[in-house]
């Protein structure tokens, strides 16, 4: 079955220093991994995906991501911590439980502050 | 803005209770998703429906229900509201069954209070 493990539930940076998210992943075969952001009181947006095609995935707002295999990692990162960087990110695998029946299944997140 | 539409934002309602949540996928995706987010489970995944179907479904309780209209919107009928379901409702879409790499699309939720 697969799973994802999110080491941190919590991450301080101080603005315009590296953020490392870190993301373990349990999979029986090659799996689809993805990176949400959920801000206060809002929806979650999707900053990257993982689909095979290249180990580095580049996202939006600068954030980038390594697939790993012999790690099982999938680890969030970005070069400079914005303000508006402060929020709560979700590591994701879909599971596809049929042929036809996708579902996400979340970490437990991981809430970014980001210090002045 | 993600195209995911969801009413009401949010509902305030009591213990015993029955509501519906609906969602309105962006256009031409055919897959919805249910989520619950809550402090102490996180987010789990409830329904997923393709095209009016169900295709699966996750940590759903009984008095929980879904269905997906003939235009492709979807509603969640939770019932017999307890405590424990006050939660954030968010509802997803994607493009369809075309590989294993769909992205899923997330609406703004529904927070509902159960008081």
């Known amino acids: 079955a697969q799973s994802v493990t999110q080491l941190d539930s919590h991450v301080s940076v101080s603005e315009g220093t590296p953020v490392l998210l870190r993301c373990n992943y349990s999979?029986?075969?090659?799996?689809?991994l993805f990176w949400y952001v959920q801000h206060p009181n809002k929806g979650l947006q999707l900053l990257l995906k993982y689909t095979s095609a290249a180990t580095l995935v580049k996202g939006i707002n600068g954030f980038e991501a390594e697939f790993k295999k012999s790690e099982t990692s999938f680890h969030l990162t970005k070069p400079s911590a914005h303000m508006s960087d402060a929020a709560e990110y979700f590591c994701?695998?879909?599971?596809?439980?049929?042929?036809?029946?996708?579902?996400?299944?979340f970490g437990s997140g991981t809430q970014l502050t980001v210090l002045p | 803005d993600s195209g995911v539409t969801q009413t009401p934002k949010h509902l305030i309602t009591a213990t015993g209770q029955r509501v519906t949540l609906r969602c309105s996928p962006r256009s031409g995706d055919l897959s919805v998703y249910w989520y619950q987010q809550s402090l102490d489970q996180g987010l789990q995944f409830l329904i997923h429906y393709y095209n009016g179907e169900e295709r699966a479904k996750g940590n759903i309780l009984e008095r929980f229900s879904a269905q997906q209209f003939p235009d492709l919107h979807s509603e969640l009928n939770l019932s017999s509201l307890e405590l424990g379901d006050s939660a954030l409702y968010f509802c997803?879409?994607?493009?369809?069954?075309?590989?294993?790499?769909?992205?899923?699309?997330f609406g703004p939720g529904t927070r509902l209070t159960v008081l």
């Open positions: 999979s029986s075969y090659s799996p689809s």
């Open positions: 997803a879409s994607s493009g369809g069954l075309a590989g294993s790499t769909d992205t899923q699309y």
């Open positions: 994701v695998v879909i599971l596809i439980s049929s042929g036809s029946a996708r579902q996400l299944t």
